[in-house]
């Protein structure tokens, strides 16, 4: 029922993904007359989940207000499934923030 009448929209207000190529977001449609378009074998997607929460948003609790956190996945389809080109990028917080910290002291 939240599906149907859009409740998600509220915090997930993208889609969940988009093709990548030359243009990084390249445009093109997800369907063909009408129909879903098959992924095909050297077609490139994102997968990207995210979670927004306004400022302003009363019905979360304050100490989640204002803020947002988007995980892209950058997806090779492939004849036998599928490569997640950025598998090796870290995930948790705690790697994120030595990534950063080994990138600032690099500069």
């Known amino acids: 029922q939240a ?3 859009g409740d998600y929209r509220r915090y997930f207000p993208h889609k969940t993904g988009h093709w990548l190529g030359l243009d990084v977001h390249d445009a093109g449609d997800y369907r063909i007359q009408g129909e879903p378009r098959l992924l095909e074998p ?4 994102t997968v990207e989940p995210g979670l927004y929460v306004a400022p302003d948003e009363a ?3 304050a100490r989640y207000r204002g803020i947002g956190i ?6 090779l389809v492939t004849a036998d499934g599928a ?3 950025t598998a090796a990028l870290p995930r948790h917080a705690d790697a994120l923030e030595d990534a950063l910290a080994q990138a600032r002291a690099a500069r």
Do not use: F, H, Q, T
Request: aromatic letters at 0%; glycine letters at 6%; proline letters at 5%.
């Open 42 to 45: 050297g077609m490139v997607l």
């Open 59 to 61: 019905l979360a609790p």
């Open 70 to 75: 988007r995980i892209e996945d950058d997806v």
């Open 3 to 5: 599906l149907a009448r």
């Open 83 to 85: 490569d997640v080109l």
